[in-house]
């Protein structure tokens, strides 16, 4: 009797697949330091190059408003202290 | 949709520049509140607020060019000439301290005993540590040439193994001149020679402090990227600063350590 089932093709390869490592997804020397990140360079460059009008110091929105925010407040607020403390360094002094 | 027809980078307004100059403000007047009044904060403002600016100004530079692409060959080229300049005046500012030092030593005064080191001066010995120093800054002016050319080769591993021995040799250099600080017998109020020795020396440091931040800064950019193998001028910037800082110790070695000694 043949071996035959009209209709039917065998679903899996019969082949014998190679042994696991014999063929390797990767071959780089650089392998060790992928974990450091990819080049994300490309998609940085994507992202700051949308033309939406914001300027390059608040490009990535709330990180870089609260910088801004930061250190403008601490500028100004230490400006004014600065002035009334040199006004005040300039009184004489009381006897 | 408009689009220059020039290679220029016009820049996006900034806040940098006058929370800049307002940082100056805090640190000048801060410094005048510390001396005569015993109160540190305006200073530390001052000195928190010179950091704010410095980080978002030049992480805006980084994103200018890199991310944006706005550094053509023209703009390059400017802040090429930039760069030159600022240690074109940072020379001016080192001359004005050998220019005191030499000023003082050639002809010394009957009150410093009529010679140098001055009497009671007992100098630093410019074949232990002094030396070690001038082979270490040597030796990171090889390996930072080494990082240059892996760079211009396309050596990844290679740049960054040698900007990252370059950058522990300014880390060493640092730790070696901090402990001979706390070794010589003399201070900075020991007459002329202490003064001339360690604003000198002081100064000279906070480059190397200053350079090797630098440095670092391109060690963290090189590990993200950012440089391509002809396009690196960030990193140029910092060769050329971290080569200012050694030849400035080779003079001062040779002049404050050596001969005057």
Redesign the interface.
């Known amino acids: 009797c043949i071996n035959y089932t009209p209709g039917l093709k065998p679903v899996v390869s019969t082949k014998t697949p190679p042994i696991i490592f014999a063929t390797p997804t990767k071959l780089t ?2 392998s060790v ?1 992928d974990y ?2 990819k ?3 490309p998609e ?2 994507k ?3 949308k033309s939406d009008g914001v ?3 608040l ?1 990535r929105g709330l990180p870089d408003q609260m ?2 925010w ?3 407040a ?3 607020g ?2 004014i ?2 002035l009334i ?2 006004y005040m ?1 300039s009184q004489p002094k009381n006897k | 949709m408009t689009h220059q027809t020039h290679p220029y980078h016009m820049v ?5 520049p ?2 800049g100059a ?2 100056a ?2 640190m000048t ?2 410094l ?2 510390w001396f ?2 015993n109160s540190t ?2 200073l530390s ?2 000195m ?2 010179n950091l ?2 410095m980080y ?1 100004w030049w992480r ?1 530079i980084v ?2 060019g ?4 706005h550094h053509t060959f023209t703009v390059q080229k400017g802040l090429r000439y930039g760069m030159i300049l600022f240690i074109i005046s940072e020379i001016f500012f080192f001359a004005g301290f050998f220019w005191a030092f030499y000023h003082s030593s050639l002809a010394p005064t009957p009150e410093l005993g009529g010679c140098w080191p001055p009497t009671g001066i007992i100098p630093l010995n410019p074949l232990e540590v002094p030396l070690l120093n001038t082979a270490v800054l040597l030796a990171s002016g090889v390996t930072i040439t080494w990082a240059h050319h892996s760079l211009m080769e396309g050596d ?2 290679s740049m960054l193994q040698s900007l990252l021995i370059t950058i522990m040799l300014g880390i060493y250099f640092t730790l070696l001149q901090a402990s001979e600080y706390l070794e010589t017998p003399f201070t900075i109020s020991d007459g002329v020679y202490g003064s001339t020795f360690f604003m000198a020396t002081g100064f000279h440091g906070l480059h190397v402090i200053i350079g090797s931040t630098f440095l670092t800064i391109c060690f963290f950019r090189q ?4 440089f391509t193998s002809s396009h690196h001028f960030g990193f140029e910037a910092a060769a050329w600063y971290w080569h200012f800082v050694d030849v400035v110790w080779l003079f001062l070695y040779v002049s404050i350590y050596w001969w005057g000694s």
């Open positions: 020397f650089d330091y450091a990140g080049n994300k360079v940085l460059q992202f700051f190059q300027p390059v110091h490009k910088l801004y930061t250190t403008m601490l500028t100004v230490g400006t202290y600065c403390g040199l360094a | 996006n307004p900034s806040p940098w006058l929370t307002f940082s403000l805090l007047s801060g005048a509140m005569h009044f904060i305006l403002l001052g928190l607020t704010l600016t978002q805006d994103r200018e890199t991310f944006q692409g990844r591993m590990l993200n990227f950012h």
